[in-house]
């Protein structure tokens, strides 16, 4: 079926996005499929190479975050999120077609073939390779070995009780990017800001996947929200202190000051406040609360720029 202009929005979309009111709607399915109409993914999926290379900048004495990296990252987010998500629905045409939260993507809907699907794939990752090759070689390999957990995700909701795992090895993977994107090489610190993001993504997704577990159950798609129940807030609270402190291991190895921890702290307070509000049976609730960690990435991105420019000044 060709794209139309009444070609109907996903109910998680927010209402009077920019793709709804400005773009053609022969555009529209593809903007949908890259989910450029809910940029709270590519958010999350950018702020950890943020977090990165504003360590890294603290870590050698600059006053800034290399700012060319910072835009690389942007664009680099934009484009490999929107080609992660086309790869998953592909992959998950039939489950997307069972469940209620994803049966109008555009490829189960129609709007778009599985053909069509895959040529707007391959232009996104050739997006992607372009951002990739500005950097140096080391950072150039390790984004490579990134593609690995990229093509396993969509898979592990068939298998295991721990998609969300997956896709923190996967969504954290730029906590390394920006340490190597500025040293050519990696150490310990930005290890640790991985295994911290990966336990925040095991957290803000947990609270995603909220969303769709009666769904889930009947097509037989597994994940932490159905593993956890009702246990989900222990559990979050438990995730959420790990990634916290892994942070702060991180923080401390790379010789980063004061600012930076006031930031954790109120990082840690905000992350609190989700344990806190979160009502699992509340679809509204969990989105909001889901959403919400791209606030969270902010304040500790701005932490980590403010105590490289403190400690250089």
């Known amino acids: 079926m060709r794209p139309t202009e009444a070609a109907p929005a996903v109910p998680d979309a927010p209402r009077g996005n920019w793709v709804d009111r400005f773009l053609p709607g022969s555009w529209k399915p593809y903007a949908r499929m890259a989910r450029l109409d809910r ?4 958010w999350l999926l950018l702020l950890p190479c943020w977090w990165s290379a504003a360590l890294a900048a603290d870590a050698l004495g600059e006053r800034w975050p290399d700012p060319w990296h910072l835009i690389l990252f942007l664009v680099g987010a934009i484009a490999m999120r929107g080609a992660g998500c086309t790869y998953n629905d592909i992959v998950d ?10 049966r109008l993507r555009p490829i189960p809907s129609g709007q778009v073939s599985v053909r069509q699907a895959k040529l707007f794939l391959a232009a996104q990752a050739l997006v992607g390779l372009v951002v990739l090759v500005q ?6 390999l390790l984004g490579i070995a990134s593609l ?4 396993i995700y969509p898979f592990l909701k068939r298998v295991t009780d721990w998609p969300q795992l997956g896709l923190g090895i996967a ?3 730029g906590a390394l990017m920006g340490w190597a994107a500025a040293f050519g090489s990696l150490s310990l610190s930005p290890v640790l800001l991985y295994l911290g993001g990966v336990a925040w993504t095991i957290g803000y997704d947990t609270i995603y996947a909220h969303q769709d577990k009666e769904d889930d159950a009947l097509v037989g798609v597994r994940s932490t929200a159905r593993l956890f129940g ?3 807030r222990p559990y979050l609270a438990g995730f959420y202190a790990l990634a916290t402190l892994f942070f702060a291991a991180s923080f401390y ?10 930031g954790l702290a109120l990082g840690a307070t905000h992350l609190g406040w989700q344990v806190a509000a979160l009502r699992s049976d509340d679809p509204d609730n969990c989105l909001r609360l889901f959403r919400s960690n791209r606030d969270y990435g902010l304040i500790l ?3 980590l720029v403010a105590d490289a420019w403190l400690t250089a000044a």
């Open 39 to 42: 940029p709270i993914g590519w």
């Open 93 to 102: 045409r039939d489950i997307d077609a069972s469940v209620a939260r994803t």
């Open 135 to 140: 950097f140096n070689r080391f950072a150039i």
């Open 148 to 151: 690995l957990t990229v093509a």
């Open 171 to 173: 969504f954290s993977w």
């Open 230 to 232: 009702a246990a989900t």
């Open 253 to 262: 190895i790379a010789g980063a000051g004061l600012a930076a921890f006031i």
């Open 301 to 303: 991105f701005a932490a």
